[in-house]
C-alpha cells in the first residue's frame, strides 16, 4: 500500500528567510516522489522528481528536495523564499508494479509574508 | 517538454446538460491518460484511468455512467459529464504518460473549471 502524508496544511515565511515543507510517504515498493506547484486557478508544475538515482535532488526555481529512506521523508526546502513561490505544494508519490498509480498528498499551502 | 492541453480552460453549464472535456497529448503518445479532480482548498482525487482502445478503470465510489470517458486515440482522452448537477462543480485535471520514456513519466494537462448553475 501507499500513501503519502503532507505534515503541514499551511505554512507561512518572510521573504528571504527559509521555506521547509514536510512530506513522508509509505510504500510497499521503492517509490518515485514528486513535488508539483499549483498557483491559483493553475494547473500543475513539477518542482522536482525522486525516481532512485542521487537522494538530494534539485528542481527549478531554487527548490531541492533529499529522499531519505531511514526516515521516509522526502522534504522540500528552498534557502530563500520569494513572494512568488506563494502557492499550493503537493507532495506526490508514484509506483509502477502491479500497475502505475499516482497518491497526492494533501497540499501544503505555503504563504510568504513580505 | 511534453505538453498536454485540456479544452475548454472553463465551461458553465446549466444543471441536467452535459459537458464534454478533452484531453491532448500535443508531442507525444499516450497509451494511458488520468482524470483527476479537485475540490476548492483539496487535493487531487483520481476518477479514472483511460487506456487507449479499452474500457476506462474508475476508482471506487466514481459513477461510471456519469462521467464517461473515452480514449479513442494515442492522443485524446475525454471526459463528459453526463446530466451535470451544482454538486459536479469541480476542476478537473487529466495527465498523460508517454507510450515510450521513463516509467515514472506523466504530464499534466493545465485543468478544467467546471462550474454548473
Known amino acids: 500500500a501507499q500513501s503519502v502524508t503532507q505534515l503541514d496544511s499551511h505554512v507561512s515565511v518572510s521573504e528571504g528567510t527559509p521555506v521547509l515543507l514536510r512530506c513522508n510517504y509509505s510504500s510497499s515498493y521503492s517509490p518515485s516522489l514528486f513535488w508539483y506547484v499549483q498557483h491559483p486557478n493553475k494547473g500543475l508544475q513539477l518542482l522536482l522528481k525522486y525516481t532512485s538515482a542521487a537522494t538530494l535532488v534539485k528542481g527549478i526555481n531554487g527548490f531541492e528536495a533529499e529522499f531519505k529512506k531511514s526516515e521516509t521523508s522526502f522534504h522540500l526546502t528552498k534557502p530563500s523564499a520569494h513572494m512568488s513561490d506563494a502557492a499550493e505544494y503537493f507532495c506526490?508519490?508514484?509506483?509502477?508494479?502491479?500497475?502505475?498509480?499516482?497518491?497526492f498528498g494533501a497540499g501544503t499551502r505555503l504563504f510568504v509574508k513580505a | 517538454g511534453a505538453v498536454v492541453s485540456q479544452h475548454p480552460s472553463w465551461v458553465i453549464c446549466k444543471s441536467g446538460t452535459s459537458v464534454k472535456i478533452e484531453c491532448r497529448s500535443l508531442d507525444f503518445q499516450a497509451t494511458t491518460m488520468f482524470w483527476y479532480r479537485q475540490f476548492p482548498k483539496q487535493s487531487l482525487m483520481l476518477m479514472a484511468t483511460s487506456n487507449e482502445g479499452s474500457k476506462a478503470t474508475y476508482e471506487q465510489g466514481v459513477e461510471k455512467d456519469k462521467f464517461l470517458i473515452n480514449h479513442a486515440s494515442l492522443t485524446l482522452s475525454t471526459l463528459t459529464v453526463t446530466s451535470a448537477h451544482p454538486e459536479d462543480s469541480s476542476f478537473y485535471i487529466c495527465?498523460?504518460?508517454?507510450?515510450?520514456?521513463?516509467?515514472?513519466?506523466?504530464?499534466f494537462g493545465p485543468g478544467t473549471r467546471l462550474t454548473v448553475t
Open positions: 506526490v508519490v508514484s509506483r509502477n508494479t502491479g500497475g502505475f498509480k499516482t497518491i
Open positions: 495527465s498523460a504518460r508517454p507510450a515510450r520514456g521513463n516509467s515514472y513519466e506523466q504530464y
